[in-house]
């Protein structure tokens, strides 16, 4: 049984720093591409980063360039988002989710697996 697992999130003042976690089990985690989605109250869940299954190549929306890093810990079976410099837009429910054909893309439909979500919220 595949289970992905958000941690890290929570609420955090304009320029603050988080850092997301997603834990894996159940699933051969070094052949799958992982990404974070987000969703908003009231908006469509919308695509964050993505990760290579190597973890060499990675992508992100352009919102978060230069703000946001997504890694992996292939041995540790965990993704993981770095977020700096948060501003109250990227308050939203982030959600991990695992693609097996290896993609990495930004489409949600890509993505066989997901996990429950995990809330961050950011004060002005």
């Known amino acids: 049984q595949v289970q992905l697992v958000e941690s890290g999130g929570g609420l955090v003042q304009a320029g603050g720093s988080l850092r997301l976690s997603c834990a894996a089990s159940g699933v051969t985690f070094s052949s799958y591409t992982m990404g974070w989605f987000r969703q908003a109250v009231g908006k469509e869940r919308e695509f964050v980063a993505a990760?290579?299954?190597?973890?060499?190549?990675?992508y992100s929306t352009d919102s978060v360039k230069g703000r946001f890093t997504i890694s992996r810990d292939n041995a540790k079976k965990t993704v993981y988002l770095e977020m700096n410099n948060l501003n109250p837009e990227d308050t939203a429910v982030y959600y991990c989710?695992?693609?097996?054909?290896?993609?990495?893309?930004?489409?949600?439909?890509?993505?066989?697996?997901w996990g429950q979500g995990t809330q961050v919220t950011v004060s002005s």
């Open positions: 989710a695992a693609d097996r054909r290896g993609l990495a893309g930004a489409r949600s439909d890509q993505y066989n697996y």
């Open positions: 990760v290579s299954r190597s973890g060499i190549s990675t």
